[in-house]
């Protein structure tokens, strides 16, 4: 019976403690002080596409302009106060999976509506 019995230490790896079973997810998650930062960008990118549509700027560049900036809130929204960034890789992959279809799908449809009018 001393033969078949397993010890402590074969199956936690140590003797005493629990078994360290290595991680591919990290652990990190954000504190207020990250918060309260990302929330402070996210007003001043607010606060400069307002301040976009007021100027009298060109229609063709405070365009591209109000889109980029949209993307960036976008993205930090969903890496930060969704925890996209502390999640699985799988699912960033699909985040930008989806980014590039809806990317080109729109380019698509505004291509197309260009043609179908001209």
């Known amino acids: 019976m001393a033969d078949t019995e ?3 230490q074969d199956v936690t790896g140590q003797e005493g403690g629990p ?3 290595p991680s591919e997810e990290p652990t990190h998650h954000p504190s207020v002080g990250e ?3 990302i929330g402070a960008i996210l007003a001043v990118l607010t606060a ?3 301040a976009l549509y007021y100027a ?3 229609p063709s560049i405070t365009i591209p302009m ?3 900036l949209t993307i960036a809130k976008f993205i930090l929204v969903v890496l930060w106060f969704m925890h996209l960034r502390f999640d699985s890789k799988v699912f960033r992959r699909f985040l930008w999976a989806g980014m590039v279809l809806a990317g080109l799908l729109y380019t698509a449809a505004i ?3 260009g043609i179908a009018a001209g």
């Open 19 to 21: 078994a360290q079973v």
């Open 6 to 8: 397993i010890s402590e």
């Open 111 to 113: 291509v197309l509506v």
């Open 66 to 68: 109000l889109i980029a």
């Open 56 to 58: 009298n700027i060109a």
């Open 35 to 37: 918060y309260v930062e």
């Open 48 to 50: 400069l596409e307002v």
